[in-house]
């Protein structure tokens, strides 16, 4: 069985992916640190993050046993992807290796922005998560200051509304739900209700219901 779970920044799809792939038993791939990775990069190695030839050799040439995800997890790093990720040869790079992942015997949970549109259209089911950019802000924000990161609320919430025009208005693999993808909104929702919610969705077409 494949799954994808796409949706914005912060909205709750990779937390809900790991735990789904967890219940099912299968393997999970979290695409958003493939472009994490790619910008983390670009910049380590001194290239403008707007250089489409050297982004495109990084994304390449990325090893994606190797990355590092505590420091890909930064504010900084997913800025970086996301100006990455509109580049046509950095998308082009990437996709062979998700497209394996997903295919791979047995099936596999992946979640971004494309798992359900571009990577996987094949996928048995495919979840769009969302929630307002406002409590997205909130949850990163929160998850921020734990980690001790120093963050004002309205700079979060800044940068996730940047971030989401950005992802949703490149030309290529915006930001869209597949046609076939189940909505789930969890901005009224906390993790065990999404997780609960996500379960129906997935168990729906088997216990031969309609999905919600
Ligand atoms: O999901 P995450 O915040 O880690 O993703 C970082 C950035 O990588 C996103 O803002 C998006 O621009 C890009 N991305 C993408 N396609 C994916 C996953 C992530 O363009 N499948």
Do not use: C, W
Not at 6 to 33: E, I, N, Q, V, W
Not at 117 to 135: C, N, R, Y
């Amino acid at each position: 069985m494949i799954i994808t779970v796409d949706g914005p920044a912060a909205s709750g799809k990779g937390t809900l992916a790991r735990r789904l792939a967890k219940h099912y038993g299968l393997p999970h791939l979290d695409t958003g640190l493939l472009y994490r990775g790619v910008g983390y990069l670009m910049i380590r190695e001194n290239h403008s993050l707007d250089d489409p030839a050297a982004a495109a050799r990084v994304a390449d040439a990325l090893d994606p046993s190797k990355l590092d995800q505590k420091a890909l997890r930064t504010d900084a790093a997913g800025e970086a992807a996301s100006r990455v990720a509109a580049i046509p040869g950095v998308r082009a790079a990437l996709l062979k290796l998700q497209q394996d992942f997903a295919r791979q015997p047995g099936g596999a949970v992946l979640d971004g922005r494309d798992t359900g549109t571009v990577i996987a259209p094949d996928a048995d089911v495919k979840l769009f998560v969302t929630a307002s950019p406002e409590e997205r802000a909130r949850r990163r924000h929160r998850e921020l200051v734990a980690r001790g990161e120093a963050a004002g609320y309205d700079e979060v919430l800044a940068d996730i509304k940047k971030r989401d025009e950005r992802d949703s208005e490149r030309s290529i693999a915006p930001l869209k739900p597949a046609p076939d993808a189940v909505l789930l909104d969890t901005t009224h929702l906390d993790i065990e209700a999404a997780f609960r919610a996500a379960i129906e969705i997935v168990e729906a077409p088997r216990a031969g219901r309609t999905r919600p």
